[in-house]
């Protein structure tokens, strides 16, 4: 096995298990705290927009935008084809939004103490490359 993969899978499930510590305080899955961040980062979407994004089924990310809508985090916006719905912030989730990122940010820093921008860089690059890589 490639150490590069091994060292990725290593690393996985602390970082799910701390940023879910983070955003656990908020009453926040790390699944929500990405739905939010992408509609509020990238803008309103699709639940297919969605599962092709983070390559899951679209029932995940149904059932996931649900339970922000009873949050009421997010509301949903039907487009000419009623079967299209397009998922948008609240003010409610905005605000969520930003509280939340705070959180992550500090947590994120904290677990970049030592590592220059450059080598942030370098993974990010490579590991856009195996984003690329692995939707072929």
């Given at each position: 096995?490639?150490?590069?993969?091994?060292?990725?899978?290593?690393?996985?499930?602390?970082?799910?298990?701390?940023?879910?510590?983070?955003?656990?305080?908020?009453?926040?899955?790390?699944?929500?705290?990405?739905?939010?961040?992408?509609?509020?980062?990238?803008?309103?979407?699709?639940?297919?927009?969605?599962?092709?994004?983070?390559?899951?089924?679209?029932?995940?990310v149904t059932a996931l935008a649900q339970k922000l809508i009873d949050q009421q985090l997010i509301y949903v916006v039907y487009g000419t084809d009623k079967r299209k719905k397009v998922m948008h912030l609240?003010?409610?989730?905005?605000?969520?939004?930003?509280?939340?990122?705070?959180?992550?940010?500090?947590?994120?820093?904290?677990?970049?103490?030592?590592?220059?921008?450059?080598?942030?860089?370098?993974?990010?690059?490579?590991?856009?490359?195996?984003?690329?890589?692995?939707?072929?």
């Amino acid at each position: 096995m490639n150490s590069m993969f091994a060292k990725f899978k290593i690393l996985q499930r602390p970082y799910a298990n701390g940023l879910q510590e983070v955003l656990s305080p908020f009453q926040m899955s790390e699944a929500q705290w990405g739905l939010i961040r992408y509609i509020f980062e990238v803008g309103p979407a699709t639940n297919s927009e969605i599962a092709l994004y983070w390559s899951v089924e679209k029932p995940s990310v149904t059932a996931l935008a649900q339970k922000l809508i009873d949050q009421q985090l997010i509301y949903v916006v039907y487009g000419t084809d009623k079967r299209k719905k397009v998922m948008h912030l609240t003010e409610n989730g905005i605000a969520k939004y930003q509280q939340l990122k705070e959180a992550v940010h500090t947590f994120q820093s904290s677990l970049l103490e030592g590592i220059t921008k450059e080598e942030c860089e370098i993974v990010e690059k490579v590991l856009e490359k195996l984003q690329q890589n692995i939707r072929k």
